[in-house]
């Protein structure tokens, strides 16, 4: 059974750091891309980030491109994302992702809030 845990959301001031982890188990997890996503109230969930098997490829949207940086740790079955630059229009919930067997799995998100 594919689990999915997000950790290290809160509350960053504009321009602040943020990383956020996530643990995963139930699957090997070094055989599957990887992605972040976020969603604010009445908005469709957006993809931020996605990292293939072995972490040397990624994919950010432009709207997140320069200042966030996703990663993995195969021997820790974790993923993080790297937040630089927080802007206030950053504030949503951030979940893990992952496309395994023809669906989507996802954590229980984690909230970043991002105000002065």
């Known amino acids: 059974q594919v689990q999915l845990v997000e950790s290290g959301g809160g509350l960053v001031q504009p321009g602040g750091s943020l990383r956020l982890s996530c643990a995963a188990s139930?699957?090997?997890?070094?055989?599957?891309?990887m992605s972040w996503y976020r969603q604010v109230p009445g908005k469709e969930r957006e993809r931020v980030a996605t990292?293939?098997?072995?972490?040397?490829?990624?994919n950010y949207p432009d709207s997140v491109k320069g200042r966030f940086a996703i990663s993995r740790d195969n021997a820790k079955n974790a993923v993080y994302l790297k937040m630089d630059s927080r802007k206030p229009e950053d504030t949503a919930v951030y979940y893990c992702n992952n496309w395994n067997s023809g669906r989507h799995y996802w954590g229980q998100g984690t909230q970043v809030t991002v105000s002065s």
């Open positions: 990292v293939g098997t072995t972490g040397g490829n990624t």
């Open positions: 139930g699957f090997t997890f070094s055989n599957y891309a």
